[in-house]
């Protein structure tokens, strides 16, 4: 994991670049995952919300594939999606390769930043809410 | 058998080549009368102007396929443990008479007088699997077990509506559940709810108390169940779902392990499905044709898809019935997998009342003698229920052997593969990490068995010695594993997108 | 020694050592965990058990009291057709190596039917004019089914648009497929002359959410639908996709659908290889362009061609897995595992036998006969044939309102002259009065096709 980015608890990070929040899914997410062939990306615009139990539709921020499994990319936050990372459709191993750089999902534009902020992880948070997985 | 090696037909860019690839203009495999010459008067706009296909002629067709047969196995290769698959003998007689012209060579549309020997074999196909799942009537419809689940569920639907009750939006199905469960009550437009096994590997019983409620539609269930173990509290989960007026539907994969000494219907079920491609011994055909036929009690019959082959008594005639005012339509064109159809009943014919019971017994034994031998071995485990019996599969993990190793399951399968033996199912039932799902059946001798298991306590020690040997295998195969990553990266699916892939 | 049975190699007494060295007293004792309630207490009510002989006889006299089309004369088609099924490839696909193995997981083991897989996916995309097809559905009506859900998936349109004249067990499945997420079926009407669809009722229709719109070709009364760049324009435009059904045997002749603006094309792959059976095992056909969004939504299994991880040998394997049910689950593209492969490498070894040539003089020689039937037939007094004024493939209408005898009277006595006669079509389509659907293909003689036409001339004289 990286420093200075938030984290959820379904593995998706967060890195806040001036009002809008730049979004991915961890290392720990893509070893899980194994090779990703295919990124399903949102369409730009989609309303989410940020992901709460029970899920939900509108908290899905498209699906990362391998060939054998398909995991749902939860929203870390609310807000409108304002840009999708199209290399990812040529070249989704860049979700292996470069999860936390080339390998992003998509840009948010937050609705609630300040008090949805708090439901999320600091990288130390993160690293043990991962331990206790193993 | 010492030793295995699976033919290989090499070419230029790797195997047998593409039958594109194959021929020369002007070749045929075909012959036809001579044509009526007769003005056609088609549309020119609608015209085809060129089809790319192949010419050869008929021996270069019959070498290309020769030679993709050898390069497959199949349950007459050697033994094929998939679980819930199966994959018992195909009796030769069965294919035989499949193939009578007047078996094969007759319409759906044909008026009644003309096919009496049709209806006539499928109602007496009805009534012994009607017979054999403890059900009041069976309907022969689907074309695959995945049909007959999607078919329970329209019916379940139809029967709730029946009675009035709008509310029944959710289909339980138990975590070990094989994937075409939720998937048919998904397509029926049902919320999926799925329930955790227990430490036992059964239905948990509070989460099944949990779960069932006014809401629930049905309970879909296989018993045994997917990990070969036979769902002891049965009549306690139908009361539970009776009680909240939901339906009990059975999952037939695993019929084989109870056959002739439990039935469905006197568990509970409300409404059965049958794989005749798996109990009842017709090929897989390298997947499908199958057929998965429904049988429901009386409650249920008059939601049956049309039409329904009815007995006139008096005049000894069988008829298609499409006067069922209730009835769910149609799910699919015509009136089953009829080819198929012939293959089960003439099984059935075949082994008798005595036999199907031996057939279950032979199928158990051979899965509990495969569990004993194999228990205790370093490097797999049984995840649940140790002490107790089996029926017709056994579940082991190769997780202690993936700890130890560092090869698991897949590897263990891949190298079986070099032993001239067809793998077993691996991961799955999700619910067992590293699964190795075994079935031997009924048809498999008891020195298949020894080689089996002898082969699989070889593989752990390879893997401890030399676990390069799992991880590169299989090597005896007519190919090696291939890169399925790159496989759904860019797929390639027709010679087409080949041919556009290679410009 | 009691003999053991065939198909059950662990005799009693191998049976007995087992028990032994597994520790278990009796095979009883393997199934004490069934509740004595429901345990089975006697024998299944079912007739013993009968020798390979006596079950041959036994199924053969059922049988025999089946009129099969090599012992009558019929003209029945609609949906299942009647086509010389050379014997090469019957024999091909009876190899036990195809005929006895399962769907290939173990790709390594399995390259011949993943190999034929991918060869019949390639030439169902020749004869439709896609990109990419997938190994097999049930049947047509089954295909119509899924290519409506995948429409709705794609265009998040709630109507699917199907011709009034489609064919009822089609359309009837159709129903059931598109009742789970509730989709709304709109039918369009047709020209009462022609046949064709009725482009300004389409039009009309075409408004916002509609997810496909779907013609048969040649329809199901056998006339070609000859305005189909106009209909996928139309649909393209309203952002709907445009899925064709076809009779693959048509396509050696006639214009591909994706020559002329399908999404989606489907049909009924049984007359490729594949004999009548009854109606089944039948052949689902499913194909489409290659678009991201339309490959990653069909339903079914796909092969895809790929290498060894060094680059150098091809091989196939199953692809694009997760879109499939053991996956997916409850978010699986459709529920469908096994489905008709074998019929789908019986109809790879057909095409390949017949090639384009052969493919294109079947075409001609079943359109020919056809041709020459409804000339023959026409010319009877109180015969109208066929009812639409439109291009026909092989198979047409034949109406006798005039001659004051229903179909049903007609086809009885054409059967006591052993000869079968058209589908009856009133209770589908009253508005059509006494018609039938006739089918003829290059099985039919001129013979066979005369002797039709003298017995109902003195039918109906």
């Known amino acids: ?119 999320l992880m600091d990288a130390g948070a993160y690293a043990e809410h991962l331990k206790k997985l193993e | 058998m010492t030793s295995y090696r699976q033919a290989r037909w090499v070419g230029e860019d790797g195997l047998e080549p593409l039958v594109f690839e194959l021929g020369k203009p002007g070749r045929t495999g075909y012959t036809l009368p001579p044509k009526l010459h007769e003005q056609l008067n088609l549309p020119k706009h609608l015209i085809r102007e060129k089809l790319e296909l192949p010419e050869l002629s008929e021996i270069e067709v019959v070498r290309h396929y020769t030679r993709l047969s050898q390069m497959n ?36 549309y044909q008026s009644e007088e003309t096919i009496q020997g049709a209806l006539e074999l499928m109602y007496k196909l009805e009534r012994c699997l009607a017979e054999i799942a403890g059900v009041d009537r069976v309907c022969l419809h689907p074309s695959a077990g995945a049909h007959g689940e999607f078919t329970a569920m329209l019916l379940t639907r139809a029967y709730h509506k029946f009675r009035g009750d709008g509310v029944r939006t959710q289909v339980i199905v138990p975590d070990s559940a094989h994937g075409t469960n939720p998937a048919s009550a998904a397509m029926a437009g049902y919320e999926v709810v799925t329930v955790p096994s227990d430490a036992r590997g059964r239905v948990d019983l509070k989460a099944l108390e949990t779960a069932a409620s006014e809401r629930t539609a049905a309970l879909m269930l296989t018993n045994p169940n997917t990990l070969g173990l036979f769902e002891d509290k049965i009549l306690k989960i139908a009361k539970i779902i009776h009680d909240v ?110 036999g199907l019971r031996e057939v279950s017994e032979a199928a158990v034994l051979n899965a509990n003698y495969i569990m004993r031998k194999l228990l205790g071995t370093k490097g797999y485990e049984l995840k649940f229920d140790a002490g107790g019996p089996c029926k017709h599969e056994v579940v082991f993990s190769a997780e202690p052997l993936k700890r130890e190793t560092g090869v698991g ?95 | 020694m009691p003999m053991g049975h065939p198909y059950i190699p662990n005799v009693r007494e191998i049976q007995t050592q087992m028990l032994r060295e597994i520790g278990a007293a009796s095979i009883d ?27 041959k006889r036994h199924v053969q006299t059922i049988l025999a009291k089946n009129k099969p089309f090599t012992q009558m004369l019929s003209f029945l088609g609609g949906g299942v057709w009647p086509h010389h099924v050379p014997a090469h490839v019957r024999d091909l696909v009876r190899r036990s190596e195809f005929l006895t193995s399962y769907t290939p997981y173990q790709p390594e083991v399995s390259q011949g039917m993943l190999q034929s897989f991918f060869e019949y996916q390639s030439m169902i995309c020749e004869l439709t004019g896609m990109d990419a097809a997938n190994a097999s ?28 004249l489609i064919s009822p067990e089609r359309f009837n499945t159709l129903q059931n497929y598109v ?41 199901y009364l056998g006339f070609l639908e000859t305005q189909v760049d106009e209909i996928a324009k139309a649909a393209h435009e309203a952002g709907a996709l445009f899925v064709v059904g076809v009779n693959p045997i048509s396509l050696g002749l006639l214009k591909a659908p994706g020559d002329y603006g399908a999404d989606i094309v489907i049909g009924e792959g049984q ?156 209770d589908k389509f009253p508005e059509l009065g006494e018609t039938s659907l006739m089918c003829v293909t290059e099985f039919h003689t001129k013979e066979d096709i005369d002797h039709l036409v003298n017995a109902l001339a003195e039918i109906v004289g």
Not at chain 3, 31 to 53: G, Q
Request: hydrophobic share 35%; proline share 6%; net charge neutral.
């Open chain 1, 1 to 119: 994991m990286q420093d200075g980015l938030y984290y959820s608890r379904e593995h998706e990070w967060v890195k806040l670049e001036d009002k809008l929040a730049r979004v991915g899914v961890t290392d720990y997410a893509q070893r899980k995952l194994g090779d990703v062939v295919y990124v399903e990306l949102p369409e730009v615009g989609k309303q989410v919300k940020q992901a709460t139990e029970p899920k939900g539709k509108e908290m899905e921020l498209g699906a990362v594939e391998s060939i054998k499994a398909v995991s749902a990319v939860y929203s870390p936050l609310s807000g409108k999606v304002k840009e999708v990372n199209q290399a990812l459709q040529d070249r989704p191993e860049l979700v292996n390769t470069s999860p936390y750089g080339e390998g992003w999902i998509c840009v948010l534009e937050p609705s609630s930043l300040d008090i949805e902020l708090k439901n």
């Open chain 3, 137 to 164: 559905m049930y049947d047509w009506a089954t295909s119509l089914g899924e290519a409506a859900l995948m429409c709705a998936r794609v265009t998040d349109g709630r109507k699917f648009i199907v011709p009034t």
């Open chain 2, 73 to 108: 196995y199949g349950i007459d290769s050697g033994i094929y443990p998939l679980g819930s698959c199966t994959m018992k003998y195909n009796p030769k007689i069965c294919e035989e008479l499949a193939s009578l012209d007047t078996a094969a060579h007759i319409h759906p």
């Open chain 2, 409 to 503: 399951a897949r590897d263990v399968s891949k190298r079986l593969l070099d032993y001239g033996m067809h793998a077993p199912t691996y991961y799955f039932p999700p619910i067992v990490s590293e699964a190795l799902m075994i079935e031997p059946t009924e048809c498999e001798p008891r020195e298949e068995l020894d080689r089996f298991v002898g082969a699989l306590k070889n593989i752990a020690e390879e893997a401890r010695s030399n676990p390069e040997k799992l991880r590169s295998a299989p090597t005896a195969t007519a190919i090696g594993r291939l890169d399925e990553v790159k496989a759904s990266r860019e797929p390639i699916l027709s010679w087409k997108m080949y041919r556009k892939h290679r410009a």
């Open chain 3, 179 to 219: 009742s789970g997420p509730s989709l709304e079926l709109v039918k369009i009407g047709y020209d009462r002359q022609t046949g064709q669809l009725d482009l300004s009722q389409l039009r009309k229709e075409l408004g916002q959410g509609i997810a496909g719109v779907y013609v048969e070709n040649p329809s």
């Open chain 3, 271 to 426: 007359p490729l290889g594949n004999p009548m059976s009854f109606g089944g095992p039948l052949l689902g056909i499913f194909a489409c362009r290659d678009d991201a969004k339309l490959v990653r939504q069909m339903p079914g299994r796909l092969v895809g061609m790929t290498t060894t991880p060094d680059g150098k040998t091809r091989g196939y394997a199953m692809v694009l897995q997760t879109r499939e049910q053991h996956i997916r689950r409850e978010r699986a593209t459709s529920s469908i595992c096994s489905n008709e492969a074998l019929c789908a490498v019986a109809a790879a070894i057909y095409l390949a036998s017949l090639g384009p040539r052969g493919l294109r003089e079947l075409g001609e020689a079943c359109a020919a006969n056809a041709n020459y039937a409804m000339r023959k037939l026409r010319a009877i007094k109180g015969l109208k044939v066929p009812i639409f004024n439109a291009p026909h493939f092989n198979e047409f209408t034949l109406n006798c309102d005039e001659t004051g005898m229903s179909v049903a009277k007609l086809n009885a006595e054409l059967l006591n002259q052993s000869i079968h006669g058209g589908k009856p079509l009133r």
């Open chain 2, 245 to 354: 007026g939901g339906l009990l539907f059975y999952d037939g994969a695993n019929l084989n392990g109870i056959l002739g000494k439990a039935r469905p219907g006197d568990m509970g079920f409300d409404i059965v499905h049958f794989n005749l491609h798996k109990t009842f011994s017709t090929p897989h055909g390298g997947g499908g044709p199958g057929a998965g036929p429904v049988g429901v009690k009386d409650e249920l019959e008059k939601f049956l898809p049309v039409p329904v082959i009815e007995h006139e008594e008096k005049r000894k005639f069988y008829y298609l019935n499409y006067d069922r005012p209730h009835s769910i339509g149609k799910v699919k064109a015509f009136y089953g997998n009829f080819g198929v159809l012939v293959k089960a009943y003439t099984y059935i014919l075949l082994m008798g009342a005595s």
């Open chain 3, 29 to 55: 004792e393997l199934f004490a965990d069934i509740p004595s309630k429901i345990r089975l207490r006697r024998k299944l009510k079912l007739p013993n058990a009968m020798s390979e002989l006596d079950v």
